[in-house]
């Protein structure tokens, strides 16, 4: 079955560094998207990307946020300063069109320190 | 503002018996439902999904029910078995809308 991998699985950051995480969506996917999740809480969405640009994001994606679809394989979330509340689990997704067909990644857990 | 929430934080049951795993919507404009499972250390998984126009949609050993008048949703896990421990979540859609919001989860744990 297609999968969503993310890399790395877990990164350890000094607080103000720059961190950049990776995913490969489903080969054929259009959508995609970068949620995130802050131990013991709900799912947060962040950005959704379509066609090489952004097509909705969240009070939480601020300046200090960036996506990057660099090739036709990686999509990327770059958070530029990093503070200890970015401390959270990031769940990369992808789809085609429907909802039905939203796949998460296993995530990367990023620990600021 | 409008958001979605679940009434149990945790739910602990014997293996065998069937689980109901309750949500809360409060946004009148969502017309599509999703409950979603998520492991320890793995990203949310699809489980069953819902239109607003159906009150009732049945998987493989799940069903989901959908109670416009009183915004609840539910999802029902027959013959619970140890593998389904995990954290269940449900999200709502507002129509036109390809993001889903999530509630906080529930957490179900199976004793064998």
């Known amino acids: 079955e297609p999968e969503v991998t993310q890399t790395p699985s877990h990164q350890v950051t000094q607080m103000g560094q720059e961190v950049i995480l990776r995913c490969v969506p489903i080969?054929?996917?259009?959508?995609f998207y970068w949620y995130r999740q802050i131990l013991g809480q709900k799912v947060e969405f962040l950005v959704s990307?379509?066609?090489?640009?952004?097509?909705?994001k969240s009070e939480i994606f601020d300046d200090q946020f960036s996506v990057e679809r660099p090739d036709g394989s990686n999509f990327t979330l770059k958070i530029r300063s990093t503070k200890l509340e970015d401390s959270a689990m990031y769940f990369c997704a992808s789809s085609e069109r429907s909802l039905r067909g939203y796949t998460f990644g296993s995530g990367t857990r990023l620990t600021v320190v | 503002g409008e958001s979605v929430g679940l009434h149990l934080p945790t739910l602990s049951v014997q293996e065998g018996d069937n689980s109901i795993i309750n949500c809360a919507y409060s946004n009148s404009a969502s017309d599509y439902f999703i409950w979603y499972k998520q492991e320890s250390g793995k990203g949310p998984q699809f489980i069953i999904d819902?239109?607003?126009?159906?009150d009732k949609r049945q998987g493989q050993r799940v069903t989901v029910l959908l109670n416009k008048t009183v915004k609840h949703l539910s999802l029902q896990i027959a013959a619970t078995q140890p593998g389904d421990s995990a954290v269940y979540f449900c999200a709502e859609t507002p129509g036109g809308s390809y993001i889903p919001t999530f509630g906080r989860g529930t957490s179900l744990i199976v004793h064998p």
């Open positions: 819902i239109r607003s126009n159906m």
């Open positions: 080969s054929n996917h259009l959508y």
């Open positions: 990307f379509y066609n090489n640009e952004i097509s909705e």
